[in-house]
């Protein structure tokens, strides 16, 4: 079983639909990470949460550290947020274990 | 947050020989990573590249076919030595960013070994 687990793998939208990316992690974490990546590989970091919840723009992150649960939302989804969903959780020393990603398609 | 310059963005190299990747960061930075994403896959950290000493490997990943240097902290490249098919991948350097806690990635590089 991965450490970090998200769903879903693929997801397609309509343009204006409300988005829930799901992360479930299986080991204790200082921190946890929502990254973008665009199909030319650079990645984009959105979020970075140790709990609560985050809004930047139409973008909520919230971490449920009991639940070891965390999901990222995009309101009024727009076709030039498709890409692929990262979630990363720092376990030690800075390093990062990353999640299998989410490719996300919105259509117009 | 520091700003990364990779290069090269992508390259298609004959099977055998080798490719040097940069990362230059724009200002000071202790912690810098290098990760590999394989096709469909996510990405797996190789080393931690410490300035003035060797880089620290992760399992399944030795120096030898993935030499790294670390000159100063603004700056690191990544061999991919010898390459073979299996290698094409895409390769990120990071860099953890003390000021807000988060990560720096860079523009990655797309490597096609034929």
């Known amino acids: 079983k991965n450490e970090v687990e998200q769903s879903p793998q693929n997801l397609t939208a309509q343009e204006g639909e409300f988005i829930t990316i799901n992360c479930s992690y299986s080991v204790g974490i200082s921190a946890l990470h929502w990254l973008q990546q665009h199909p030319g590989g650079g990645i984009v970091s959105l979020f970075m949460?140790?709990?609560g919840k985050k809004k930047h723009g139409r973008l909520i992150a919230t971490i449920n550290i009991q639940e070891k649960h965390s999901s990222l939302h995009i309101t009024a989804s727009h076709p030039r947020d498709s890409a692929v969903y990262i979630c990363?959780?720092?376990?030690?020393?800075?390093?990062?274990?990353f999640g299998a990603g989410t490719i996300l398609r919105v259509k117009s | 947050s520091a700003v990364i310059s990779q290069k090269p963005s992508r390259d298609i190299c004959q099977r055998g020989t080798s490719l040097t990747i940069q990362c230059q960061v724009d200002?000071?930075?202790?912690?810098m990573f290098w990760y590999r994403q394989q096709p469909g896959q996510s990405l797996t950290l190789i080393a931690t590249a410490n300035q003035g000493s060797e880089a620290t490997y992760e399992s399944g990943f030795v120096i030898d076919k993935f030499p790294i240097s670390r000159p100063n902290l603004t700056f690191s490249t990544l061999t991919v030595s010898n390459m073979s098919p299996e290698d094409s991948s895409i390769y990120l350097c990071?860099?953890?960013?003390?000021?807000?806690?988060?990560?720096?990635f860079g523009s990655g590089t797309r490597l096609t070994v034929v």
């Open positions: 990071s860099v953890w960013n003390t000021h807000n806690y988060g990560y720096t």
């Open positions: 200002s000071q930075v202790t912690m």
């Open positions: 949460l140790s709990s």
């Open positions: 990363a959780v720092n376990v030690e020393g800075n390093k990062l274990v």
